[in-house]
């Protein structure tokens, strides 16, 4: 299933994300506030600490996470992302969006973060 604009309006219009992952039992884990991006009809996350995130981590062991933002709460496969292209237009896309949040953006955009890029694909 594919995102409508509308969804993807809502969520790239969050100023956060929330995510969390499913434990062994199906429950979900406490949810995590993060940043998400839109790229054309894509939306992306990444993770500060990289591949080494708490969150991270135990999200993509699955590759299936929970998200919730701007009223749309829906499962998402987590892709990631190595075509450096993609990932230097969604840098451009975290500077965009978080301009005003320079101490908190500038981790965002070099490694390990980087390295993170993650498209959400709804379920």
Same mark, same amino acid.
């Given at each position: @299933?594919?995102?409508?604009?509308?969804?993807? +309006? =809502?969520? +790239? !219009?969050?100023?956060?994300?929330?995510?969390?992952?499913?434990?062994?039992?199906? $429950?979900?884990?406490?949810?995590?506030?993060?940043?998400?991006?839109?790229? !054309?009809?894509?939306?992306?996350?990444?993770? %500060?600490?990289? $591949? =080494?995130?708490?969150?991270?981590?135990? +999200? *993509?062991?699955?590759?299936?996470?929970?998200?919730?933002?701007? #009223?749309?709460?829906?499962?998402?496969?987590?892709? &990631?992302?190595?075509?450096?292209?993609?990932?230097? =237009?969604? #840098?451009?896309?975290?500077? $965009?969006?978080?301009?005003?949040? &320079? !101490?908190?953006?500038? &981790? @965002?955009?070099?490694? &390990? +973060? %980087? #390295?993170? *890029?993650?498209?959400?694909?709804?379920?």
């Amino acid at each position: @299933m594919s995102w409508s604009e509308d969804d993807l +309006a =809502q969520v +790239a !219009g969050s100023e956060e994300l929330e995510i969390t992952s499913y434990r062994d039992d199906g $429950s979900l884990r406490r949810l995590t506030p993060i940043w998400v991006v839109r790229v !054309g009809d894509d939306l992306y996350i990444r993770s %500060a600490y990289g $591949s =080494q995130g708490g969150w991270f981590r135990r +999200a *993509t062991s699955r590759g299936v996470a929970r998200v919730r933002a701007g #009223g749309v709460e829906t499962d998402v496969t987590l892709e &990631p992302v190595a075509d450096e292209a993609v990932r230097e =237009q969604v #840098g451009e896309a975290y500077r $965009s969006k978080y301009a005003g949040q &320079p !101490g908190a953006l500038r &981790p @965002m955009l070099d490694d &390990p +973060a %980087a #390295g993170s *890029t993650t498209r959400l694909v709804r379920e």
